[in-house]
């Protein structure tokens, strides 16, 4: 039983430090695609993942569609606040790949408007928030897969 974390151009360090190691305890694997808003040597990146990054399964690929050319026919489930179907309703299944965008703007447009059956959010029950933390996001969708996958 495992799921693959995607990380579309990821921004913040932090969040892709924290996100690894979520990947490490749960099983994971992390798939990080450029540009990053950061070096991949960045000491917050490496903090944030303490001494578990060695340990991590991670891919990286040059570009989004570098990434859809290598990993075609799989399973996707896509985030983002402008999904209409909860992370609840994800038919999960071994091998998914969990798709998120970056932290500033989210998935590309395009994915959001061609991606609509697989497009999910979380709920948010405040109207003061527009979105979660990604890393937070991301151990969300991760532990409530498993969950399903049990």
Same mark, same amino acid.
């Given at each position: 039983?495992?799921?693959? =974390?995607?990380?579309?151009?990821p921004?913040?360090?932090?969040? $892709?430090?924290?996100?690894?190691?979520?990947?490490?305890?749960?099983?994971?694997?992390?798939h990080?695609?450029?540009?990053?808003?950061?070096?991949?040597?960045?000491?917050?990146?490496?903090?944030?993942?303490?001494?578990?990054?060695?340990?991590?399964?991670v891919?990286?690929?040059?570009? =989004?569609?570098?990434?859809?050319s290598?990993? $075609?026919?799989?399973?996707?489930?896509?985030?983002?606040?402008?999904? $209409?179907?909860?992370?609840w309703?994800?038919p999960?299944?071994?091998?998914?790949f969990?798709?998120?965008?970056?932290?500033? /703007?989210?998935?590309?447009?395009?994915?959001?408007?061609?991606? $609509?059956?697989?497009?999910?959010?979380?709920?948010?029950?405040?109207?003061?928030?527009?979105?979660?933390?990604? /890393?937070?996001?991301?151990? =969300?969708?991760?532990?409530?897969?498993?969950?399903?996958?049990?």
């Amino acid at each position: 039983m495992a799921l693959n =974390i995607v990380l579309f151009e990821p921004e913040i360090p932090n969040n $892709t430090g924290n996100i690894g190691r979520l990947a490490l305890a749960s099983g994971s694997k992390l798939h990080l695609v450029k540009p990053f808003g950061f070096e991949i040597s960045d000491s917050r990146l490496k903090r944030a993942g303490l001494d578990y990054w060695q340990h991590l399964d991670v891919m990286i690929y040059e570009s =989004i569609e570098a990434f859809f050319s290598i990993n $075609t026919n799989k399973h996707f489930a896509f985030f983002s606040s402008h999904g $209409t179907q909860s992370h609840w309703d994800i038919p999960f299944k071994d091998d998914m790949f969990l798709i998120f965008g970056k932290e500033s /703007a989210g998935l590309p447009k395009s994915i959001v408007e061609n991606q $609509t059956e697989q497009l999910y959010k979380i709920p948010l029950y405040s109207k003061h928030i527009r979105s979660l933390n990604l /890393a937070n996001a991301v151990s =969300i969708v991760i532990y409530e897969g498993l969950r399903q996958l049990q």
